[in-house]
């Protein structure tokens, strides 16, 4: 076996002795992480909708891994990307929402919600940290969230991340001003230029692994397409709540950009020694696009909210193009990307996710038998111009899922609802009062859970306070 260089042999030395699962090259795998912003479980061709255009992800999908019951570990953006970075659910790690916890006004909220952190604090060993330690180059391309520099936290490169979460500062199309990334002229379009940067940076690294995390703004809002695209699609037959052309138009920008990608791979003859995971840090935005046949959307613990697209590919290692249906949730991703890189968690923190590379080899589904967990101690104002049902999107709200079984517990009235998903992929049903040994069982669970992670529960009324709660 030859080594192009001294930095290759020493990589695949240390991956060799951590007993990685290594390509048939004997090399330690690229890995690159598509995470897009607000991308809705159904907004994609290869999940059914028919006018949403993404023949990049379609591919993708048809020659790798499909979870169907895959999740973001919270309901929208900062948490969400809190919990994959560090592997922990949100009660270890303190940033529960975006911004405040107290939306909406005083006087609707009946509990005092959690003081929210909005920085993933540095002493959290981040999954970028870990692997550069393998040996790997890291960079980071698109939004960040969880900090000012995201090169403070593992990214040998940043490109476009700050503590922002939307690009409404600079906006999708030029001149705009991002942290290494500005353009003066007009005409260019921040989903492309963000993909340039980010087969730039393939390029430069072809000769060592690399972890490229392309974390793009699309398609959060605003909703600034492409004109030519949002044209294509103007005239095109609504599907399933599927009628905004300029929200498709932004999917296809974000699938040209996966196509970059792989195309860059492909033309490096890097495409067989690459790790590709594509998903989404959070339901679909229930003011642009519509989750059905799920139920809600972003902002909340229902599926609309949680539950996303979720492609894992390997060329060649990951057995047959197929479907998985065992539950997997971002937290996996730290431990499931360091097994394949050649290492292991860092002891000194702890871990709450697994690792999927059994599942993605064939070699166990072990991960069929645990419970997964989301806690949201927050509130979340309703959209705009959405039909009115109180104020809220969600109170404060706790949910476990084990086997079939969802359990959704809200602090406002002390409700617990129960669905079964195997049955009721809709959450039309509560059948809490039909399965009382089954809500006591997951009950337990789920307070042995909030007590494990030392989570706030809110409990404390708000003097404020004048409304009716809404669950």
């Keep these: 076996m030859m080594f192009r260089n001294w930095y290759q042999l020493l990589t695949v030395a240390v991956c060799m002795f951590a007993g990685n699962v290594l390509s ?4 330690p795998p690229n890995i690159v992480l598509f995470f897009v912003d607000d991308l809705g479980w159904s907004d994609l061709g290869y999940s059914g909708s028919s006018f949403y255009e993404s023949p990049n992800v379609d591919r993708l999908a048809m020659e790798g891994v499909v979870f169907t019951n895959a999740y973001a570990c919270a309901p929208n953006c900062a948490p969400s990307r809190a919990c994959l970075m560090s592997g922990m659910y949100t009660p270890r790690h303190g940033v529960y929402t975006v911004g405040n916890s107290t939306r909406g006004k005083s006087v609707d909220r009946k509990l005092i919600p959690v003081d929210n952190k909005t920085v993933l604090a540095s002493e959290i060993n981040t999954l970028p940290e870990q692997l550069r330690r393998l040996g790997y180059r890291t960079g980071h391309f698109g939004k960040w969230h969880l900090g000012d520099d995201p090169t403070t936290q593992g990214m040998d490169i940043n490109i476009a991340g700050k503590i922002w ?3 409404s500062g600079g906006g999708y199309h030029s001149p705009f001003n991002f942290p290494n990334l500005k353009e003066e002229k007009a005409g260019v379009y921040l989903t492309d230029r963000i993909s340039e940067k980010a087969v730039e940076f393939i390029h430069d690294n072809q000769n060592r692994p690399f972890f490229l995390y392309l974390a793009h703004y699309s398609v959060h809002t605003p909703i600034q397409p492409k004109q030519q ?8 037959k609504p599907d399933r709540g599927h009628n905004n052309a300029g929200y498709a138009a932004m999917v296809r920008s974000m699938d040209d950009s996966l196509g970059r990608v792989r195309t860059a791979l492909k033309d490096l003859k890097l495409d067989q020694n690459t790790v590709i995971i594509f998903t989404s840090d959070n339901g679909g935005h229930g003011g642009v696009t519509s989750n059905r046949p799920l139920r809600g959307s972003k ?6 909210g949680i539950r996303v697209p979720f492609i894992a590919h390997w060329q060649g290692e990951f057995g047959k193009p197929r479907q998985e249906d065992v539950p997997v949730i ?3 991703l730290l431990p499931t990307l360091l097994e394949l890189a050649g290492g292991k ?17 064939h070699e166990n589904q072990e991960l069929e038998d645990r419970a997964i967990y989301w806690h949201f101690p927050a509130y979340l104002e309703r959209y705009r111009g959405l039909p009115e049902e109180g104020p809220f999107r969600t109170t404060p709200a706790t949910a476990i899922r084990s086997g079939k079984w969802k359990l959704i517990r809200f602090y406002e009235s002390g409700r617990e ?3 079964d998903l195997d049955e009721d992929i809709s959450e039309s049903e509560n059948l809490s009062a039909a399965y009382p040994d089954v809500v006591k069982k997951l009950s337990v669970q789920l307070d042995r859970w909030l007590a494990d992670t030392n989570a706030f529960i809110p409990s404390m009324l708000n003097p ?5 709660e809404s669950d």
Excluded: C, H, W
């Design 24 to 27: 048939a090259s004997g090399n």
């Design 165 to 167: 979460g939307s690009p």
């Design 229 to 236: 695209y949002k044209a294509y699609f103007e005239n095109r």
């Design 299 to 304: 902002g909340m613990l229902y599926e609309g």
């Design 330 to 332: 971002g937290v996996d």
């Design 345 to 361: 968690p860092s002891k000194k923190q702890q871990v709450d996710g697994e690792s999927i590379v059994g599942v993605l080899t």
């Design 417 to 419: 609802e129960l669905y």
């Design 464 to 468: 404020d306070y004048a409304g009716v």
